[in-house]
């Protein structure tokens, strides 16, 4: 059994303060996407990433994954309270085949 | 933006009893999932459909549980006998294609079991 191991569990900061969180797997994915998940809500994806090394930027946030496609990490820069939420990292071993998810981040933004 | 709708948001069942929980997926996916996450625990792949059939399901996906798609709309996953263990958030999901590098799956918000 694979598993998506993220880091930190939980994270509260200042608004205005840098963050990243990770994920890591010994295993290799042939795609790592990450999700936010507000309460009593179903994770909304926000970025896939395939191609080891690549980085892709939204708005604020700045996701990467790695060169040998077993880990990703996620930056936001400037954090803000509408950042709040839970950041899963979901991952395909082999395209069509189910998401692996990891536990998550909770992460905690306070003005 | 379309989305994907479940009922009921919240369902309270008692143990041995059997639960039907329905979605609705995105009018022109084709592609159903089931996930699972228990309280404070990660979300677990349940089952995925397709054309009428489930093309992989994990070991969570036992002889208790079947999934089916009775009409057009919608999808529903049955619990013949639930367990206390079996309390969860549900989570119906749909892809338009199938889930593959770059493919959108699309997740609805879930409906809470819990079995007493």
């Known amino acids: 059994t694979q598993l998506l191991e993220q880091s930190p569990q ?3 900061i200042q608004e205005g303060e840098n963050l990243t969180v990770y994920c890591n797997s010994s295993s290799v ?9 507000e309460p009593g809500e179903g994770p909304v994806l926000l970025v896939t990433v395939v191609t080891g090394g690549e980085v892709k930027k939204l708005k604020r946030l ?3 994954f790695g060169d040998a496609r077993k880990d990703s990490s996620l930056h936001i820069t400037a954090a803000q309270p509408g950042d709040t939420g839970l950041y899963l990292c979901a991952g395909a071993k082999q395209a069509g085949t189910a998401l692996i998810f990891g536990k998550g ?3 905690s933004v306070s003005s | 933006e379309p989305e994907v709708t479940q009922t009921p948001s919240h369902q309270v069942t008692q143990m041995g009893q059997e639960v039907i929980l329905r979605c609705v997926p995105i009018s ?4 159903f999932y089931w996930y699972r996450q228990i309280l404070g625990q990660k ?20 002889d208790q549980f079947s999934v089916e798609r009775p009409d057009g709309s919608n999808f529903t996953l049955k619990i013949r006998s639930t367990k206390l263990e079996d309390s969860a958030m549900y989570f119906c999901a749909s892809s338009e294609a199938r889930f593959r590098s770059g493919e959108k799956l699309f997740f609805g918000s879930g409906t809470q079991l819990s079995v007493l």
């Open chain 1, 10 to 12: 939980f994270l509260s």
């Open chain 1, 29 to 37: 994915f042939s795609s790592l996407q990450w999700y936010r998940q």
């Open chain 1, 62 to 64: 700045t996701f990467q």
């Open chain 1, 105 to 107: 981040t909770t992460l």
């Open chain 2, 28 to 31: 022109n996916h084709l592609y």
């Open chain 2, 43 to 62: 979300v677990e792949f349940l089952v995925s459909f397709y054309n009428n059939e489930i093309s992989e399901k994990s070991e969570i996906f036992d």
